[in-house]
């Protein structure tokens, strides 16, 4: 099975205003609500591709309330533990420029933590666990490193999809894959990087302080895949680009579809690609039939 965490889930309310006027009324053309947050991003996606997995975290409140019952309604297992505090809104206002006011979420108690830690007691060597997004100030930073210890017996394969310290504290626990950006590989090294021979030199020193796999997203530029096998460079489809959000999350989901039947790298890294594509192009996340028509145009390139 897979499992999703999502700490600090969200309503994303999507709203789009021909021509925004600051400090004016003005008048909403289309408004969208999903649920939102990186974990639940990957669940929806693994999901929409035709893979059951189990979405986790903290949930609260009327807002809590509709992220669950979306998630069910589209046939998304979920698991969430009940806190105090309502799950936070996001507004991204889309106008001639791109606007996001995000919100706080409930704070997380310790017993609340508990409750989730004492649920992925039950995982197994065939379990995968995904730990995506932000880490709350209510929480520690080590929060994804904690989780790690925690699987680290029963060899359970740990994704981790976030930044900075959250992320640099779980290497030493060897997490089957990370997805930094080539911005996020700067930040972690403390330099900047320009080039594909830099992305490289630096994704393979992420595998040498313990990552079994790596992913540098580059924007248009494509994403590097650095392994035991080597490393790929793939080649994005050219879209439209109708949607900002999500994009990352469907490359794990994709990715974590195909990996979970085939067990081959590669083409798992091929079908990230194609499902980060098609959400791009999608105004919601991807859907299976968007990913397979763009798989042909994934072109994978083996460097070393």
Same mark, same amino acid.
């Given at each position: 099975?897979?499992?999703?965490?999502?700490?600090?889930?969200?309503?994303?309310?999507?709203?789009?205003? $021909?021509?925004?006027?600051?400090?004016?009324?003005?008048?909403?053309?289309?408004?969208?609500?999903?649920?939102?947050?990186?974990?639940?991003?990957?669940?929806?996606?693994?999901?929409?591709?035709?893979? $059951?997995?189990?979405?986790?975290?903290?949930?609260?409140?009327?807002?809590? &309330?509709?992220?669950?019952?979306?998630?069910?309604?589209?046939?998304?297992?979920?698991?969430?533990?009940?806190?105090?505090?309502?799950?936070?809104?996001?507004?991204?206002?889309?106008?001639? !420029?791109?606007?996001?006011?995000?919100?706080?979420?409930?704070?997380?108690?310790?017993?609340?933590?508990?409750?989730?830690?004492?649920?992925?007691?039950? %995982?197994? &060597?065939? *379990?995968? !666990?995904?730990?995506?997004?932000?880490?709350?100030? =209510?929480?520690?930073? *080590?929060?994804?490193?904690?989780?790690?210890?925690? @699987?680290?017996?029963?060899?359970?394969?740990? %994704?981790?999809?976030?930044?900075?310290?959250?992320?640099? @504290?779980?290497?030493?626990?060897?997490?089957?894959?990370? /997805?930094?950006?080539?911005?996020? !590989?700067? #930040?972690?090294?403390?330099?900047?990087?320009?080039?594909?021979?830099?992305?490289?030199?630096?994704?393979?020193?992420?595998?040498?302080?313990?990552?079994?796999?790596?992913?540098?997203?580059?924007?248009?530029?494509?994403?590097? !895949?650095?392994?035991?096998?080597?490393?790929?460079?793939?080649?994005?489809?050219?879209?439209?680009?109708?949607?900002?959000?999500?994009?990352? #999350? =469907?490359?794990?989901?994709?990715?974590?579809?195909?990996? =979970?039947?085939?067990? *081959?790298?590669?083409?798992?890294?091929?079908?990230?690609?194609? =499902?980060?594509?098609?959400?791009?192009?999608?105004?919601?996340?991807?859907?299976?039939?968007?990913?397979?028509?763009?798989?042909?145009?994934?072109?994978?390139? /083996?460097?070393?």
């Amino acid at each position: 099975m897979i499992y999703t965490i999502t700490f600090n889930p969200s309503i994303d309310y999507i709203v789009e205003v $021909k021509d925004f006027q600051v400090g004016e009324v003005n008048r909403v053309d289309t408004d969208y609500k999903y649920p939102g947050g990186k974990g639940i991003n990957v669940s929806r996606v693994l999901n929409n591709l035709g893979i $059951k997995n189990k979405a986790m975290g903290f949930i609260g409140g009327f807002t809590g &309330a509709y992220v669950k019952s979306f998630l069910e309604n589209e046939g998304v297992d979920t698991a969430f533990i009940d806190v105090k505090g309502d799950t936070r809104i996001n507004t991204k206002l889309k106008s001639a !420029l791109e606007t996001e006011i995000n919100g706080i979420g409930p704070k997380i108690e310790k017993e609340d933590l508990e409750k989730l830690l004492m649920k992925l007691d039950t %995982l197994t &060597a065939d *379990d995968f !666990l995904v730990l995506a997004g932000n880490v709350q100030s =209510s929480l520690p930073v *080590d929060i994804y490193a904690q989780i790690q210890e925690r @699987c680290k017996d029963k060899n359970v394969k740990v %994704l981790v999809d976030t930044t900075g310290e959250a992320l640099t @504290c779980t290497l030493k626990h060897k997490p089957f894959l990370i /997805k930094p950006n080539n911005h996020e !590989l700067s #930040d972690i090294f403390n330099i900047e990087i320009n080039s594909q021979e830099e992305v490289i030199k630096y994704g393979r020193e992420l595998l040498n302080l313990g990552a079994e796999n790596v992913i540098v997203s580059m924007a248009a530029k494509g994403a590097m !895949l650095i392994c035991s096998e080597g490393v790929y460079h793939a080649e994005a489809p050219r879209g439209q680009v109708k949607n900002s959000v999500g994009a990352g #999350d =469907s490359l794990i989901g994709g990715f974590l579809a195909k990996y =979970s039947q085939s067990y *081959d790298v590669v083409e798992a890294f091929k079908w990230g690609i194609a =499902s980060g594509s098609a959400t791009a192009f999608s105004v919601d996340l991807c859907k299976k039939q968007g990913v397979e028509k763009l798989l042909d145009e994934v072109k994978i390139k /083996k460097i070393i």
